[in-house]
């Protein structure tokens, strides 16, 4: 049945406009609420009640399914986390986390301030079970009621949000951390209320380095800091977690100084490959060859994109500016990456800048001249990369921080990938 169907549906039994009904109903959807939800949601909104439903089964943290529609669950509250969301135009202030029982865990979201904590054990009454992200997640709104459980119900997972940064994955909420600040900028985006101002950078612990991004810029991040940052929310950024910070975060500076992780995890290629990316990872391998849009390029000046024949893809016709870049193709045996140098990493391989490049290209009558002088210079030769990786359905990109020519001992790495290989053919 089509949305418009539904429509028609609903304000026919409902005794409404059908073009109104349809609008709430797009909008819902819209917002990712499943589509038996939104329906129940506008049926109250009218006064028709639930529709004659079912009651709600009650179900273990790990029986609950979408296709549930809504259930009973008595669970733990493991964190709590908050923060404002636009909703039918609308900014609306939710709650979310995680909550469990012995047999599992699962996230919610509660579209209404029910007043429990981390840590608190409730019953929660007529709670929807949407999907998200390929997952049961339960939606608390005004038809749910929660209410502390007669008995305390014990759980192996950590209560409260505490976490290193090596174990924060996207979809996680209401987490804390203890970090230094290593890089901090401000930058001015285009925001959903037009032109905003945020803080952006990198924190680590000793267990991993990740981004973040202040959306209310806190004072106290600032570079060397070392602080504790409750509340934040990880989204996935470039293949990445990276850390949010909201306007509920707190931020509080700490007596002493957090250890930070000085050294990259150094995986093979189709080890760091197979992570899905990884923020910081240093890898080592030859370089067997220098790819086109290597050398001289143009960037769009709006975008920073690289342009061919003066076309942005996004801003159409421009006047390019003038950069470096390479992007080469390094190999350890194991897989490859596509190992991608700014400007600054390109000047250090080439031995000038975009100027020397720039006139180079017009004695040659030819910009391609700079990339073949790039590929006489590395292809061949072992260079350990550490840096940012990417993994998407273009493939693996390593946006290097670091490129040098690699001081392994040759022999003992071909002793490593062996044993690698040998393993595998045994477990095959």
């Known amino acids: 049945m089509q949305l418009d169907d539904h429509a028609e549906e609903l304000a026919s039994a409902l005794g409404v406009d059908k073009e109104e009904v349809k609008s709430d109903l797009e909008n819902l959807v819209q917002y990712s609420v499943p589509l038996d939800e939104a329906k129940q949601s506008i049926r109250r909104k009218h006064g028709g009640g639930s529709g004659g439903g079912s009651s709600p089964s009650t179900k273990d943290v790990a029986d609950v399914t979408p296709e549930d529609g809504s259930v009973n669950v008595t669970a733990t509250v493991l964190t709590v986390g908050t923060r404002t969301i636009r909703y039918q135009g609308d900014d609306i202030t939710i709650r979310e986390g995680e909550l469990a029982d012995e047999t599992g865990k699962l996230s919610y979201t509660s579209w209404q301030d029910f007043g429990f904590e981390a840590g608190d054990s409730v019953t929660v009454g007529n709670a929807n079970v949407r999907e998200w992200d390929g997952n049961p997640e339960l939606n608390l709104n005004d038809s749910t009621t929660v209410a502390m459980a007669d008995e305390s119900v014990a759980v192996d997972y950590p209560v409260g949000g ?8 996207p979809g996680d909420r209401g987490r804390n951390v203890e970090v230094q600040v290593l890089e901090v900028e401000e930058r001015t985006i285009d925001g959903r209320d037009g032109e905003t101002e945020i803080l952006s950078g990198v924190l680590s612990d000793e267990s991993a380095r990740l981004p973040f991004t202040d959306w209310n810029p806190h004072e106290e991040l600032s570079e060397g800091a070392s602080l504790r940052i409750e509340d934040v929310y990880i989204r996935e950024f470039r293949g990445v977690p990276s850390i949010n910070l909201s306007e509920f975060t707190t931020v509080t500076e700490l007596p002493t100084p957090v250890e930070v992780k000085e050294s ?28 086109d849009g290597s050398g001289l390029i143009e960037r769009c000046p709006e975008c920073a994109r690289v342009i061919q024949n003066g076309q942005c893809r996004s801003h159409g016709a421009v006047e390019g500016e003038d950069d470096l870049r390479v992007k080469g193709i390094l190999d350890d045996g194991s897989d490859t990456v596509t190992v991608v140098l700014d400007a600054e990493l390109t000047e250090e391989i080439y031995g000038g800048d975009v100027a020397d490049a720039k006139e180079a290209a017009r004695e040659a009558m030819d910009k391609e001249v700079v990339a073949d002088d790039i590929r006489e210079e590395i292809v061949g030769r072992e260079f350990r990369v550490r840096g940012n990786l990417s993994v998407d359905e273009y ?34």
């Open 264 to 291: 990259a995890p150094r995986l093979d290629i189709r080890e760091a490959v197979d992570t899905g990316g990884m923020f910081d990872v240093e890898v080592v391998g030859n370089l067997i060859a220098v790819r």
């Open 395 to 428: 493939g693996a990109n390593l946006d290097a921080d670091e490129f040098v020519e690699s001081d392994d001992d040759p022999a003992e790495r071909a002793r490593e990938l062996l044993a690698v290989v040998s393993t595998e053919e045994v477990g095959a």
């Open 162 to 169: 505490d976490a290193d940064l090596i174990d924060l994955e």
